[in-house]
């Protein structure tokens, strides 16, 4: 038997929005492929709560709380990460926000705090994390994206803007940084029953709506990120950089 390329044994993580949702998800899929693993957001209770549950796969995991839009805060959870595992393989910038307004309603307030978080916020980690990544010649991140990465949405201008953005600034930052043996790619979901779209979900309707919009006719569950992330942060993905993996059941497909 060869080497198995899935497996991150030896390697540490750092999941940013990674206290529920598809983040938690992708953190304990990431740890159950072998990887050490630090989650974060703003709410220091979440994470050390998310970090109970993602050390149950059994690898350390450990939660703090940090900014992402903040360069000292980043700084600090980069610190802290690295003192504790030694070193950051692998970053998946997942932390992100929106506002649902009407283009002309959205005020410099809703604008700065989206673009913060879910653009700013991502470069602030990846610069934080690169520098350490480059000297050990080895280095993966995922910027978590959205179908909202290719396609608009009524209402969502500003998250739509975000996650266009982001795709320009992975496959930046894929050519800069590949002969320093990092690759860096784009993880776009589609739509997902997670608490964040419970409201859609509870919706009769709209439920049903998804699923008649979407190809594969059902919603997506976290466990469906399971295999997309642990590929992208592995050396099975060793000459994948600079592009995009929708998935989305098809949705961008049409």
């Known amino acids: 038997m060869g080497v198995n ?15 529920k949702g598809l983040g938690k998800a ?68 997942n932390a992100g926000t929106g506002a649902i307004k009407p283009t002309l309603a959205i005020t410099d307030a809703d604008w700065d705090a989206v673009l913060a978080t879910n653009l700013k916020g991502a470069l602030l980690c990846a610069q934080a994390v690169v520098p350490g990544m480059a000297q050990r010649h080895f280095g993966r991140i995922i910027n978590v994206g959205s179908i909202l990465s290719r396609l608009g949405q009524l209402g969502l201008a500003s998250y739509a803007a975000s996650k266009h953005g982001l795709l ?10 590949a002969t320093s043996g990092i690759t860096v790619n784009c993880l776009c979901p589609g739509f997902f029953s997670t608490a964040m779209t419970r409201s859609l979900v509870d919706d009769a309707a709209a439920y049903q709506s998804v699923i008649d919009r979407t190809p594969l006719r059902r919603w997506g569950q976290p466990d469906d990120l399971d295999g997309p992330i642990v590929f992208l942060a592995s050396s099975a993905s060793s000459f994948v950089t600079g592009t995009a993996l929708y998935v989305d059941g098809g949705w961008t497909a049409q």
């Open 168 to 177: 320009g600034l992975t496959r930046s930052m894929a050519l800069e940084w």
């Open 5 to 19: 390329k899935f497996r991150l044994d030896g390697l540490c993580a750092v999941v940013t929005g990674g206290s």
């Open 26 to 93: 992708m953190a304990q899929a990431l740890a159950a492929a072998g990887a050490d693993v630090v989650v974060t957001s703003r709410n220091a209770d979440e994470v050390k709560k998310a970090a109970v549950e993602i050390s149950a796969a059994g690898r350390p995991a450990l939660g703090l709380a940090a900014n992402v839009a903040d360069r000292a805060s980043v700084a600090g959870l980069v610190g802290r990460a690295e003192a504790e595992f030694g070193k950051v393989d692998i970053l998946v910038n």
